[in-house]
């Protein structure tokens, strides 16, 4: 199946926009943070995990720990991260990682904020973090590859990078990530 590349690219200039200045900091100290998240540049699999189960996760490849800094006090995330040097940083919330291994930090992402009962699975896009509307066959048939206008009928779609999404083989191996995080999270 041909990947269509064009629906996960974020241009650069989107994401300059998006880069909030770093004056603000003060201004939202204190603020609860509603178990929104933003993961630097090496935890991608843990941001894709945490998407998968339905979690708002910020996660760019380009962000410089400023950028990731400024980001999580304006959007009021935690900031996820393996370098406890900034768990030092008072103006933001941390939650630092000591395994290397992706889904052992999904586990405790899970259990330190308590997320086991708010799983929304396949609500959210993995490439951009947009919500996923259902989306009408005849809307984006044009757009379907023949394998999949053939086998399916129910639709989503990222409503921020348009990727199309469907009930396909991707689909249950998520399926059976987020039952075995689910299982994990609750035998600990
Ligand atoms: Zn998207």
């Known amino acids: 199946m041909k990947k269509r590349k064009s629906y996960l690219k974020v241009t650069r200039k989107q994401r300059k926009n998006e880069r909030p200045e770093i004056k603000n900091f003060a201004e939202t100290i204190g603020v609860k943070s509603d178990n929104k998240f933003i993961a630097d540049v090496h935890l991608g699999k843990l941001a894709k995990g945490l998407r998968m189960a339905g979690f708002d996760v910020f996660y760019q490849t380009d962000c410089t720990n400023n950028e990731l800094k400024t980001i999580a006090v304006q959007q009021n995330r935690v900031l996820l991260s393996r370098n406890a040097a900034f768990a030092k940083e008072a103006v933001i919330k941390t939650f630092i990682l000591q395994s290397e291994d992706w ?86």
């Open 103 to 188: 889904f052992v930090q999904l586990q405790q992402v899970v259990e330190k904020f308590e997320l086991r009962e708010r799983f929304e699975p396949f609500t959210r896009c993995l490439a951009c973090n947009g919500v996923l509307q259902s989306v009408s066959k005849e809307e984006i048939e044009p757009q379907l590859e023949e394998n999949t206008r053939n086998y399916y009928n129910e639709f989503w779609q990222c409503c921020n990078c348009k990727r199309i999404y469907w009930k396909g083989s991707h689909y249950e191996r998520m399926k059976k990530l987020i039952s075995e995080l689910k299982r994990s999270t609750e035998e600990k």
